[in-house]
């Protein structure tokens, strides 16, 4: 009788699978992109932003829309931290591996680049005001060893201020929270000249549309319009504002009056809204990437699994967003999944009852 292996004895999924990414805490984390795959709709992604933070562009407010645990905001930190300041050699090192040809672009788009960046707020949104969760962010961020810059003091004190109005149920325009920002990055520009600009990415904000259409009467979406107003019109001191929902805007103003839903349409339209969903090739590259055999495989299993492969591909089953060569070797690089399987785990972890590649991996692992 032969001996039975177990397959966790050949096989593992990577560490990085196993858990979801917060912006705001994985950002300054060195080993946040450890196994991390910038997939060709990630890249695209980041492709959009560098060209809209490039000098002439108006268009720099974006939501970036799809669906729980879907990757968003995997992709959001690998951009913030391939554009960021002080830079990440390692997030720029990987997009150079990947995509040379986009690599190029952000250098060529975004002068000073190799040097210097933009200074990244990331925040993550919860059940209270938009005002609350951007003060907080934005004192943070410029309070970080990392960031933190003398001229920047003042500012900050201003910003605390604002945040204990708003805190004690005081009134707070957007426009001052919009002319913080502003003099607070040209504040630091002047000084430091290889700090490009800022780039504000506001994760989560689906929960603070639901606080604000809860109580449509603090008028609180509005200070996303004028921030990403503010951000179409920076010019040389470019502001970026990167926003990560569920769903787009009108479905959580869906109980709100036609006037109320009308002006929310008013802030939607002042985003490009860019659609998160990966591609079923994208889907199955993110399995292949994730389990790794931890020995090298028999040569009677490598057998099996190219056997599989080829009747899979005799079926017609390959991804036709995906290369015949490149279809097939991702394809064996699921194992030991067999192929019938992992080209079903798309769709059934897409279905009303998982949240996406979250369930996915946590299937896989």
């Not at 080993?31 to 795959?37: H, N, W």
């Not at 560098?50 to 690998?78: D, E, M, N, Q």
């Not at 179409?232 to 479905?251: D, K, M, N, Y």
Request: charged share 20%.
């Amino acid at each position: 009788m032969s001996e039975l292996t177990s397959l966790r004895r050949i096989f593992a999924v990577g560490e990085r699978f196993h858990r979801s990414v917060n912006i705001a805490a994985d950002y300054n984390n060195p080993r946040a992109l450890d196994d991390y795959i910038p997939t060709s709709l990630s890249r695209a992604v980041l492709s959009r932003i560098v060209y809209g933070l490039s000098a002439g562009s108006t268009g720099r407010a974006w939501s970036i829309t799809g669906p729980y645990g879907a990757g968003k905001s995997g992709a959001v930190l690998f951009l913030a931290q391939v554009l960021g300041y002080p830079g990440d050699g390692r997030a720029r090192t990987l997009l150079e591996y990947t995509d040379p040809k986009l690599s190029g672009e952000a250098y060529n788009l975004l002068p000073g680049l190799e040097t210097g960046g933009f200074i990244v707020v990331s925040l993550v949104g919860g059940h209270e005001p938009i005002a609350w969760s951007l003060l907080k962010g934005l004192i943070a961020s410029f309070s970080s060893p990392d960031t933190f810059n003398p001229v920047l003091e003042p500012h900050v004190n201003e910003m605390r201020e604002l945040y204990d109005r708003a805190k004690n149920g005081g009134a707070v325009s957007a426009s001052s929270i919009a002319e913080a920002i502003q003099s607070s990055v040209e504040a630091v520009q002047s000084t430091d000249p290889t700090v490009l600009g800022l780039l504000l990415i506001y994760d989560e904000l689906g929960k603070a549309l639901d606080y604000a259409a809860l109580h449509p009467e603090l008028a609180d979406v509005g200070i996303l319009q004028t921030v990403a107003e503010l951000a179409s019109r920076s010019g040389s001191t470019p502001i970026g504002l990167v926003t990560i929902l569920h769903q787009a805007f009108e479905h959580y103003a869906a109980d709100l009056s036609p006037v109320q839903q009308r002006e929310w349409a008013k802030v939607q339209g002042r985003f490009e809204d860019i659609g998160f969903l990966e591609s079923s090739g994208g889907l199955l590259g993110l399995i292949d990437k994730a389990i790794q055999p931890i020995e090298v495989l028999d040569k009677s299993l490598e057998s099996v699994i190219t056997h599989e492969v080829a009747q899979a591909e005799q079926l017609g089953l390959l991804p036709t967003d995906l290369d015949y060569g490149v279809g097939r070797r991702v394809l064996a690089g699921c194992a030991p999944l067999h192929p019938t399987a992992a080209l079903l785990l798309g769709r059934l972890f897409r279905s009303r009852l998982s949240q996406n590649e979250r369930s996915m991996f946590a299937f896989l692992s």
